[in-house]
């Protein structure tokens, strides 16, 4: 989404950037819950019943976020009990929930197992082996799909690929058929699917139908074998534009999956959208402190830095930047530049941007991994969080208080 869109949207629903950032002060993250609801019915107009959209709740995890699509009848994807524990909290159904992850723990399993989940993406033959054991202890048997790595070039940045046979995740084409045999076989488990997730931020939808290929030769195969899978769950990774990249056409890349899907009966199709659904829905609004001249270049210190949002330092990642006023200033090229004491800790370089102290900018494109990849780093509170529908700005989350810094901490009594 343009910021154009957004700016207009917020301002048809009254609620211009620069009221907001007065009235709940910056960092705040802004999300627009009509684009929100735009997003996933872009996924869920072409994805008819009863193929399953399972929302990656890591992108943003905010309650109010996952009451929203919990409303629109959304499943969701985890990856901790943590993750869970929101879901439940936020009026989703713990029969909708997918937890994927390469670690889960003892402690997880049990709790996903008593809270009923649809089915666990198991990664590897030893968490198979510790899900069976921890469902035995329970009295229960563990709904699984296999997550298969089917080395496919997702195209993406290294950090956020997933899916080559270099990366931690899943489970090697190799052994995939070997450790379906043996989970079948498993009196605790129940297979039930296959999954993979080949990255994140993927822009074009050949890597992802290549990986279907494979996985949908693997399902043959499988149960030409008499092992039943049931579903296919193609995992999340779609692309937005952050700097006019053209991202892949969703819908034609959900109808060409089902395409493909066509001679395997009774076969659920599934996916894991995080970003897609809440990236572009959502700005992080930040103040300008000081337009600090260098000797080599110009500096913007603004008040967000990249304890608020870590992409642009953690990827590279680029965000434009905009002010949400015109601004008598001249413009300039500057970094913009957070608090943060790390020389990695921009938002932005080298933008053309017109705006002095007291200006507030909006980041775009801050509603998936802003937020939830945010932290306390030079202990510094998070951020606040408002959820635009209509005329009113929701507070959905209050900026931290001080004292919640330090909560759970204990001086130690000196010891006599
Ligand atoms: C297993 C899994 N599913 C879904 C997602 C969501 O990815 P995205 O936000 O790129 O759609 C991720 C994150 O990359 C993931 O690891
Ligand atoms: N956190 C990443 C995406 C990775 C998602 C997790 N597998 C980002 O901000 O782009």
Request: proline residues 4%.
């Amino acid at each position: 989404m343009s910021f154009d869109y957004l700016q207009q949207q917020l301002h048809a629903e009254q609620c211009p950037l620069n009221e907001l950032a007065e009235r709940f002060g910056t960092p705040l993250f802004v999300y627009s819950k009509a684009q929100l609801l735009a997003n996933w019915q872009q996924f869920a107009k072409v994805w008819p019943a009863p193929h399953r959209l399972c929302y990656a709740v890591k992108a943003n995890s905010n309650l109010a976020i996952l009451n929203q699509l919990a409303k629109l009848g959304a499943g969701f994807d985890i990856v901790s009990g943590g993750e869970l524990a929101r879901v439940l909290a936020a009026g989703g159904r713990a029969d909708s929930v997918v937890f994927s992850g390469v670690a889960k723990t003892r402690a997880e399993m049990r709790y996903a197992l008593e809270q009923g989940i649809y089915c666990f993406n198991v990664e590897s033959a030893a968490e198979l082996e510790r899900l069976n054991d921890v469902a035995a202890a329970l009295d229960k048997v563990a709904p699984v799909s296999l997550r298969i790595n089917p080395d496919v070039d997702a195209q993406t940045h290294p950090y956020i690929s997933t899916g080559l046979k270099t990366n931690k995740f899943g489970i090697a084409m190799t052994d995939a058929v070997a450790l379906a045999r043996h989970a079948a076989s498993l009196k605790n488990l129940n297979l039930k699917g296959l999954d993979c997730h080949i990255g994140s931020q993927i822009l074009k939808a050949s890597p992802f139908l290549d990986a279907a290929d494979i996985m949908l030769d693997l399902i043959r195969q499988l149960r030409s074998e008499g092992i039943h899978i049931r579903h296919l769950d193609m995992g999340g990774g779609m692309g937005i534009s952050y700097n006019h990249e053209q991202p892949m056409d969703v819908s034609d890349y959900l109808l060409k999956l089902q395409q493909k899907a066509q001679d395997v009966t009774d076969l659920t199709l599934m996916l894991e959208p995080g970003r897609a659904i809440v990236g572009n829905a959502g700005v992080m609004l930040t103040r300008v402190e000081f337009n600090k001249p260098g000797l080599d270049k110009n500096f913007l210190l603004v008040d967000a830095g990249m304890n608020d949002l870590l992409r642009p330092a953690l990827y590279q990642a680029y965000h434009d930047i905009i002010p949400v006023r015109q601004s008598d200033a001249e413009p300039s090229i500057v970094d913009v530049v957070g608090p943060v004491c790390e020389t990695g800790d921009f938002l932005g370089h080298a933008r053309h941007i017109a705006a002095v102290e007291g200006d507030v900018l909006a980041v775009l494109n801050a509603g998936a991994y802003g937020f939830t990849m945010s932290s306390n780093y030079n202990s510094r509170p998070r951020a606040a969080e408002v959820l635009v529908d209509g005329d009113r700005a929701h507070l959905i989350r209050a900026r931290e208080p001080l004292e919640q810094l330090w909560q759970g901490e204990q001086l130690v009594e000196e010891s006599r």
